[in-house]
Nanobody
């Protein structure tokens, strides 16, 4: 099994920045794709950004040019640098990772979520 723990959320004014981190732990052989999703009240969960094990990235159109996803494979950690934040970025942000583990084989895992609130 793998466990994902996010950190870095909080309250920020519009135009500000936050950096989210998500570390995977457990009996992990390897981690393939990692990503960040978000869910605002009354809305469906949506992909924000994703990164492959080789470093290729993909972003939602709404965050292109403002958010940057990166990863540190040695630390099993993925980051989301969020700049020029807008009130519409307010949501619970979830980390997702495809982990190959000793016990469960290859599976997708979710973190518990971290709240990001952007005030206008």
């Amino acid at each position: 099994q793998a466990h994902l723990v996010e950190s870095g959320g909080g309250l920020v004014q519009a135009g500000g920045s936050l950096r989210l981190s998500c570390r995977a732990s457990g009996s992990i052989f390897s981690i393939n794709d990692m990503g960040w999703y978000r869910q605002a009240p009354g809305k469906q969960r949506e992909l924000v950004a994703a990164i492959t094990s080789g470093g290729s990235t993909n972003y939602a159109d709404s965050v292109k040019g403002r958010f940057t996803i990166s990863r540190d494979n040695a630390k099993n950690t993925v980051y989301l640098q969020m700049n020029s934040l807008k009130p519409e970025d307010t949501a619970v942000y979830y980390c997702n990772a495809e982990c190959d583990t000793v016990v469960a084989g290859n599976k997708y895992y979710w973190g518990q979520g971290t709240q990001v609130t952007v005030s206008s």
